[in-house]
Nanobody, 122 residues
């Protein structure tokens, strides 16, 4: 069991930066694949960026590639999402989730945070 708490959201102008944090209590992030999702009003939730258990492999959606960076601090049991060159279309609630790989090569997410709001003004 792992509990996740996101923080760091806020209001920022287009072109600005934010750092989101996802702090885990219970088991360490080394046990899980960790993914940041986002959901904008009226839209489906989408996967934004993911990092594997060992921190050796990452995935970035095309929408954020080159602008967002995920990083894991094992000592603090925290995963960060560094967001640069923010755009109004990045406005959403951002969630972190911890999951385990399945035999079919997917990830089953077993724990979700409550989310943090990111609003980018034009």
């Amino acid at each position: 069991q792992v509990d996740l708490v996101e923080s760091g959201g806020g209001l920022v102008q287009a072109g600005g930066s934010l750092r989101l944090s996802c702090a885990a209590s219970g088991r360490t992030f080394g046990t899980y694949t960790t993914t940041w999702f986002r959901q904008a009003p009226g839209k489906d939730r989408e996967s934004v960026v993911s990092i594997n258990r060992g921190g050796t492999s990452t995935y970035y959606s095309d929408a954020v590639k080159g602008r967002f960076t995920i990083a894991k601090d094992s000592a603090k049991n925290t995963v960060y999402l560094y967001m640069n060159s923010l755009k109004p279309e990045d406005t959403a609630v951002y969630f972190c989730a911890a999951g385990l790989p399945t035999p079919l090569g997917r990830v089953e997410y077993i724990s979700w945070g409550r989310g943090t709001q990111v609003t980018v003004s034009s």
